[in-house]
């Protein structure tokens, strides 16, 4: 079956980096897309950024532009998350989702927190 398994968060202060990973098995990681997603509390879950299947194409959330990157290894279906110049706003559990035969699939996800 699908399973996504986020790791790599953690408590960072105000400007420092992150980078998040994301494990899957269960489906030919090489051919989905993947995308990371957050939910801060109180909030709903939010769109971050979208890899195709070969990594070409990216696309980003306007709050996160030119501060995250994603990524992927297809040789360790895994996908990533390099975060930088982290705000307290930044704070959320962080999931990755992907699609496959029409049904979406979430990881368990991973908290990251920024405060000083």
């Known amino acids: 079956q699908v399973q996504l398994v986020e790791s790599g968060g953690g408590l960072v202060q105000p400007g420092g980096s992150l980078r998040l990973s994301c494990a899957a098995s269960g489906f030919i990681f090489s051919t989905r897309g993947m995308s990371w997603y957050r939910q801060a509390p109180g909030k709903a879950r939010e769109f971050l950024a979208q890899?195709?299947?070969?990594?070409?194409?990216?696309n980003y959330a306007n709050s996160v532009t030119g501060r995250f990157t994603i990524s992927r290894d297809n040789a360790k279906n895994t996908v990533y998350l390099q975060m930088n110049s982290l705000k307290p706003e930044d704070t959320a559990v962080y999931y990755c989702n992907v699609k496959v035969v029409g049904n979406g699939y979430w990881g368990q996800g991973t908290q990251v927190t920024v405060s000083s």
């Open positions: 890899i195709s299947s070969t990594g070409g194409s990216t």
